[in-house]
């Protein structure tokens, strides 16, 4: 079965700061599509970024990257210069070849001032 | 991209009524999908959506309790029938065109059943 998993519950960190999310997950598909998802309070689910597993290079929007590593199915988020607005919670998904979304867990993210 | 208005944003209910969340998308989709979300929580996918067929329900989730309208490209419904409290959650719909573009979401619904 597919599974996506993020070990980190909650993490926190002062504000400008770097932090980084971990999620691992499970296919036995070649081809395939990973993204994160940030939900905050307001619960609108907005994309932060997305990964074709086909391409080797990693994707990176701003101050928001991601280290793929495909042979050991690793997808994690890294935030550069947090910013008080990143609070949220963030979720890791797979995208299986029915265009359903396998979900991790969930990171709650909070940025202190 | 796509815009998703989803209706109404919460809701409080008597425990044996119904609740019908609306979905309505800014363009035509292939692919709808309902979630469920307990709050702090993962989403779990009730249902997939596709117009001109019927609903695909994922294991824990029947057709009785959630039944879904897809009447055209644009619009669906999910009603909640015979609510209790373990009903009260968060629920999404979702939109879907293609494996490599983002799925997009409706703002969501809350409901609390009492």
């Known amino acids: 079965a597919q599974t996506v998993t993020q070990s980190q519950p909650e993490m926190s960190v002062q504000e400008a700061e770097t932090v980084t999310l971990s999620c691992t997950y499970d296919?036995?598909?070649?081809?395939?599509?990973l993204f994160w998802y940030k939900q905050p309070p307001s619960r609108q689910m907005i994309l932060v970024i997305r990964?074709?597993?086909?391409k080797q290079q990693n994707a990176t929007e701003n101050r928001f990257s991601v280290n793929f590593q495909k042979a050991a199915k690793s997808f994690s988020l890294k935030i550069s210069d947090s910013q008080l607005g990143d609070t949220a919670m963030y979720f890791c998904?797979?995208?299986?070849?029915?265009?359903?979304?396998?979900w991790g867990a969930g990171t709650k993210l909070i940025i202190k001032p | 991209s796509a815009v998703i208005s989803q209706k109404p944003s919460r809701d409080i209910c008597q425990r044996g009524t119904s609740l019908t969340i609306q979905c309505q998308v800014d363009?035509?989709?292939?692919?709808m999908f309902w979630y469920r979300q307990q709050p702090g929580q993962s989403l779990t996918l009730i249902a997939t959506?596709?117009?001109?067929?019927?609903?695909?329900?994922e294991s824990g989730f029947v057709i009785d309790k959630f039944p879904i309208s897809r009447p055209n490209l644009t619009f669906s419904t999910l009603t909640v029938s015979n609510m209790s409290p373990e009903d009260s959650s968060i629920y999404l719909c979702?939109?879907?065109?293609?494996?490599?573009?983002?799925?997009?979401f409706g703002q969501g619904t809350r409901l609390t059943v009492v």
């Open positions: 990964q074709e597993a086909y």
């Open positions: 959506a596709n117009q001109g067929s019927e609903a695909t329900y």
């Open positions: 296919t036995s598909e070649n081809n395939y599509y």
């Open positions: 363009s035509q989709v292939t692919m």
């Open positions: 998904a797979h995208m299986d070849s029915n265009y359903q979304l396998i």
């Open positions: 979702s939109v879907g065109e293609a494996r490599n573009t983002e799925a997009f």
